[in-house]
């Protein structure tokens, strides 16, 4: 049973534009969200993070905005770039265990 | 890269034999994660380790087992490899709860 769920197997946006990365959870236990993203041929690279105490974290071009009571969580890149075109994972934490979704494939058009 | 070393990176083997992939870091972490990725399941955790000695099942354990003797190397072996255990298979490492976990490059087994 999926705790982690990512229901966009992938989305397009124009560069320049905002690209916003959807997630879903279950297990209200989860304390702890991440955010990475993954090139072809390579490990998961980390991007950002947030904290269940907080509702938003922002890092340069990535915000993550966490919704406790909807249980869901969101990625938004603003500028979009060609360079942010990968596959992106949502994750999440509880109890030692890191819970990653299926991943979302971004693809950033000229 | 954050210090972290999987070996090896590509392997294939037949099906029923025994096979051991090697996570190395020199972080000193206190966690270690194994995971394999396959198309349409994302990254499921097989086996974490939360210090020497100390690991516990992930999401997809059976087929798998661990060993963590040092707080350096996290060993991952399949007692008996099936086609279904071909897979791309990521350690991680991360130095608290609720921290960050940083990524290898990955081994890409092959079960024939």
């Known amino acids: 049973d999926q705790q982690v769920k990512q229901n966009s197997p992938s989305l397009s946006v124009q560069e320049g534009r905002i690209s916003i990365l959807n997630c879903d959870y279950t297990n209200s236990m989860f304390d702890y969200f991440l955010w990475y993203k993954k090139y072809p041929a390579e490990g998961p690279t980390f991007l950002i993070s947030i904290s269940s105490i907080k509702d938003k974290n922002e890092d340069g071009r990535f915000t993550v905005f966490l919704n406790k009571s909807a249980k869901h969580l969101s990625l938004h890149i603003v500028p979009s770039q060609p360079g942010d075109s990968a596959v992106y994972f949502c994750?999440?934490?509880?109890?030692?265990?890191?819970?990653f979704g299926k991943g979302t494939r971004l693809h950033i058009l000229p | 890269d954050a210090g972290i070393t999987q070996s090896p990176r590509h392997k294939v083997t037949e099906t029923g034999t025994p096979v051991t992939l090697r996570c190395h870091q020199t972080?000193?972490?206190?966690?270690m994660y194994w995971y394999r990725q396959d198309p349409g399941h994302g990254l499921r955790l097989i086996h974490y380790s939360y210090g020497v000695k100390d690991t516990d099942k992930g999401e997809v354990s059976d087929g798998y087992s661990v060993s963590r003797s040092k707080t350096e190397d996290f060993l991952l072996t399949l007692e008996s490899a099936t086609s279904s255990q071909t897979s791309v298979y990521f350690c991680?490492?991360?130095?608290?709860?609720?921290?960050?976990?940083?990524f290898g490059q990955g081994t890409r087994l092959t079960v024939v």
């Open positions: 972080e000193n972490h206190r966690y």
């Open positions: 994750a999440a934490s509880a109890n030692d265990k890191i819970i």
């Open positions: 991680a490492i991360s130095h608290g709860r609720n921290t960050e976990a940083f």
